[in-house]
């Protein structure tokens, strides 16, 4: 399996996961100058950014360490530009990261960290 195979199936368990939790998945894979973000998501009225990351292995660390600071910034500024363009400028805004280690063909460990970072 390729790494982009690998990282849609990653996304498609998290959307899955997010919905039977009770989230509404709003958008998948959405992108503005700033990038890109994996999923957006209602938890009630909260809006949610999701980076998920998908790792076969631990040899290069957790999923949450690819999550840095960095990339965390990238994030922000990415939710400051779909709340411009939904018009949710006063929306309430989390951002989670959904970790996923593939065990088997079709089995995954998930770890769902919400409210991960802050703006």
Request: proline share 3%.
């Amino acid at each position: 399996m390729t790494r982009e195979e690998t990282a849609k199936r990653g996304e498609d368990a998290a959307a899955a996961y997010l919905e039977r939790t009770g989230c509404t998945v709003v958008e998948r894979n959405w992108r503005c100058p700033s990038g890109e973000v994996d999923i957006v998501a209602l938890d009630g009225v909260t809006l949610v950014i999701v980076e998920v990351k998908t790792r076969k292995t631990a040899s290069a660390g957790t999923p949450e360490e690819a999550v840095s600071p960095t990339k965390q910034r990238r994030l922000v500024r990415i939710a400051r530009h779909y709340l411009a363009h939904a018009g949710l400028d006063d929306a309430e805004v989390r951002f989670d990261v959904i970790a996923i280690r593939p065990i088997a063909e079709d089995r995954a460990l998930l770890r769902h960290h919400r409210a991960a970072f802050t703006a």
